[in-house]
């Protein structure tokens, strides 16, 4: 992103915005004072180990859970997300770790899964598979993806290829904002590589991109701001320019928590016991 189009994208309001979000269930606190910003063109990556609170996080972006406190903002617009269709309907589109796709349909038929198009009125309505089908094709091929055939059960895809078809859905029905839960997770270096890419293609074509990882080398890759969680805080915030890698991962790590227990595991000195 250029200067000129950071300082444009910095003056509108953003996306979405958490400033201070807390959530709590019962006594147990899954959030405590949490802020996250989510620009347009711009990856906003959420890094932290299990437990650290990234799935509540994603609840409430996604409109499946309330927040308790704080506040939570949709283009400038404070607002409480009622439920999942409700985010939707405000642009958000959430990809979530096990895609919730119907393996044996094929792909066409998942992509337009709850949005069928018809033709024909009446007792004559049916879908139109036609128009679905190189809809499909289409919406594909401009994200980069060139599928061999959309006929084909999606459950006979990679994990990465059904990771792209997701995100190619999102962009295909206007999300303004989508959230990848784990997309590389289960995913070997190669596949989670192209996934990498239509990730960066989603934020190319203008999203805001929140993708949550407990990988910081995948984040590095391709993230404009880096927000670590532990045990539901946040335990940093940084920007692209003013992070390495090599800290991103300390952190990650435990950072002082991780040196500690080195200490701790290290060999005491001295000589070696005779055999």
């Not at 709590?24 to 606190?29: A, C, D, K, L, P």
């Not at 910003?37 to 906003?44: C, E, K, L, S, Y």
């Not at 607002?79 to 792909?107: H, K, N």
């Not at 962009?171 to 989670?192: C, R």
């Amino acid at each position: 992103m250029t200067t000129e189009a950071r300082t444009a994208t910095e003056a509108r309001p953003p996306l979405v915005e958490l400033d201070g979000v807390s959530k709590y269930y019962g006594n147990i606190r899954a959030l405590e004072g949490v802020s996250l910003r989510v620009d347009a063109g711009a990856i906003t990556c959420v890094l932290g180990d299990n437990g650290a609170g990234k799935s509540t996080l994603i609840k409430i972006v996604a409109g499946l859970h309330r927040h308790d406190a704080g506040t939570f903002r949709v283009e400038g617009e404070e607002l409480t997300l009622g439920s999942p269709r409700e985010a939707l309907d405000r642009g958000i589109a959430t990809v979530y770790q096990d895609l919730a796709v119907v393996p044996l349909m094929p792909v066409w038929r998942n992509f337009f899964l709850g949005s069928e198009p018809t033709r024909g009125k009446g007792p004559f309505k049916r879908l139109d598979v036609a128009l679905m089908r190189e809809t499909t094709r289409t919406a594909l091929l401009r994200m980069g993806i060139d599928l061999r055939d959309v006929d084909q059960p999606i459950g006979t895809l990679s994990g990465g290829e059904r990771q792209c078809v997701a995100i190619a859905r999102a962009v295909h029905f206007g999300a303004k904002v989508l959230v990848l839960d784990e997309p590389t997770a289960a995913l070997g270096v190669k596949q989670s590589g192209v996934v990498l890419k239509y990730v960066a293609a989603a934020r190319d074509e203008g999203l805001g991109v929140v993708l949550i990882t407990h990988n910081p080398h995948h984040a590095y890759l391709v993230g404009d701001r880096f927000v670590l969680l532990k045990r539901g805080v946040t335990a940093g915030s940084h920007t692209k320019n003013s992070v390495t890698l090599d800290e991103l991962t300390r952190q990650m790590a435990g950072g002082s928590e991780l040196e500690d227990l080195r200490h701790e595991l290290e060999r005491p000195a001295g000589p070696p016991s005779a055999s």
